[in-house]
């Protein structure tokens, strides 16, 4: 049966790759541009936290979905984390059933909109996409129309609600409100459970609000979709640290069944040179976490960020950007990113770096910081770098950089923001003994449950990753929430 049901695939594709050849229609969708983001002016939004990329009109949503050519086998699906049916909430668009569209997103993922708006989809589903598999041909823009389905139904004041089993009283815990535990939660009380979010901050939301500047991503849709999960039954409790709040033992106690430890990665990296302590040097995680979420951009509040003239960030990656971009909007004249490689060899999304440059960002490719020097006050005024050309391959693929003897030069500056990755948060780990980690303080698990080696506990994103996207982090939590049912379930069915 299965080589009948193979010969049957293959022959359905190779009639559908026939009527392509032959599709006056499909070589006119080919031939159709991909559509342009409309923005912001760059030299409005870098003044204030305007959202810089301002969405797809209806029309050209609906162009944009026609482009897609209905493959039989959608290649695209598979680089999504979290198993959207993209073809389907697609075909919803192109025939202006965009409510359709966004109820066949939240199948899947309960956060459409973020993931709309920063998901790397260049390196996820749309690489993935036939267009540019086969055609050498742009992909369709799935994280555009992604956005657009799930803004239209939140600005129709007809948001669906993603149908729940009927509650089996069987309470649960997650621990992070980040997009690993939105995401596990969403699923868990589709399957009927009793789930409470426990959250160390103030605000819900984990990265998605200390981490991403609203001109990226707004808090109003953060909390739109958050809302979503509360009318599925989420309950959300803030200021509780577990593990010092409330320690394991007293959740259990409490009666929860099984816990999902979310707890990210907020422990700040340096590089360990000279004069790193100085006043206006700080970690990417301290500079964004004030000002997005403590507002510190307002003197009138009680951290404020005192962010300078001159202002240099180190690193290449999307919390560089981030960083980099909000000093610009905090007033600097100058806001520099120093990076040791090429810009080829940066990790930031394409689309963050061209946004950079149009905001009056400067770049400083293969350059890497050596010292700080302060004032009699002991706040930062100059440092030292050093020009870097590169090597062979390291071990992530990327060319290594090398240091150019005798091309050492000091620049001034009045604040650094040091972005070159962060650790995992230890205090799960620190409380919990008997839990299995790893040299660089992740949670060991099961990749196909996420299971830890303590059986009721299970973990995703970045606390196991050490780092990574907002949709891979959701793409655990999704795997969680399946372990965590079938464990409970299992332990129903022994006892």
């Known amino acids: 049966m299965e080589n009948i049901a193979e010969y049957l695939k293959a022959e359905r594709q190779q009639e559908w790759r026939a009527e392509i050849r032959k ?30 990329n301002t969405g797809l009109t209806f029309d050209q949503a609906v162009a944009e979905a026609q482009r897609c050519i209905d493959c039989p086998d959608p290649t695209c699906m598979t680089g ?52 540019t598999v086969k055609m050498d041909a742009t992909p369709v823009a799935i ?6 389905a799930a803004d239209y139904e939140r600005e129709s004041g007809s948001a669906s609600v993603p149908e729940c089993a009927e509650s089996n009283n069987i309470k649960v815990a997650v621990i992070g409100s980040g997009p690993a535990g939105l995401a596990v939660a969403g699923d868990l009380a589709k399957f009927g459970y009793d789930v409470t979010v426990f959250e160390a901050l103030h605000e819900i939301g984990g990265v998605l609000k200390y981490g991403i500047p609203e001109f990226r991503l707004p808090n109003e849709i953060v909390d739109f979709e958050i809302d979503n999960l509360r009318a599925m039954g989420v309950k959300f409790i803030t200021n509780f640290i577990v593990g010092k709040t409330s ?6 106690n409490d009666g929860f069944e099984a816990f999902f430890v979310g707890s990210g990665a907020g422990l700040p990296n340096f590089m360990n040179i000279p004069g790193e302590n100085y006043n206006g040097i700080f970690s990417s995680n301290e500079y964004l976490t004030r000002v997005n979420l403590m507002n510190a951009a307002n003197p009138e509040f009680d951290t404020p960020v005192i962010s300078g003239n001159l202002v240099a960030v180190i690193g290449g990656g999307n919390t560089a950007m981030d960083s980099v971009r909000t000093s610009k909007r905090l007033g600097a004249e100058r806001s ?8 080829e060899e940066m990790p930031a999304r394409v689309e963050e770096v061209i946004h950079a440059k149009e905001e009056s960002i ?14 009699a006050d002991g706040r930062v005024n100059s440092m030292k770098i050093q020009k870097m050309e590169l090597g062979e391959p390291d071990s992530s693929g990327r060319r290594r950089p090398i240091p150019i003897e005798g091309s050492e030069f000091i620049i001034d500056v009045d604040t ?72 409970i379930q299992g332990k129903i069915k022994t006892n």
């Open 23 to 52: 599709s006056i229609k499909t070589k006119e969708r080919i031939a159709k541009v991909r559509a342009k983001m409309p923005e912001e002016d760059p030299d409005i939004r870098n003044k204030s936290n305007v959202e810089v």
């Open 143 to 148: 994280g555009f129309l992604e956005r657009f």
């Open 362 to 375: 400067e770049f400083m490719n293969l350059h890497n910081p050596l010292e700080y020097y302060a004032d």
């Open 247 to 252: 320690s394991f033992d007293d959740l259990r």
């Open 336 to 343: 520099i990113i120093i990076y040791r490689r090429s810009e």
């Open 80 to 131: 999504c984390p979290v198993g959207i049916n993209i073809p389907k909430f697609i075909k919803k668009i192109e025939s202006k059933d965009i409510l359709g569209a966004a109820a066949v997103l939240k199948e899947t993922n309960g956060l459409p909109a973020v993931c709309g708006r920063v998901c790397p989809q260049e390196k996820q589903c749309e690489i993935k996409c036939y267009y």
């Open 416 to 487: 650094v923001v040091v972005a070159v990755g962060v650790s995992p948060n230890p205090l799960i780990p620190a409380c919990l003994p008997e839990l299995e980690v790893t040299r660089w303080g992740t949670i060991v698990v099961n990749e196909e449950t996420m299971q830890s080696s303590v059986p009721d506990l299970f973990a995703g994103g970045d606390i196991v990753r050490g780092g990574a996207t907002v949709i891979l982090a959701m793409g655990d939590g999704r795997k969680a929430a399946a372990g965590m049912h079938q464990y």
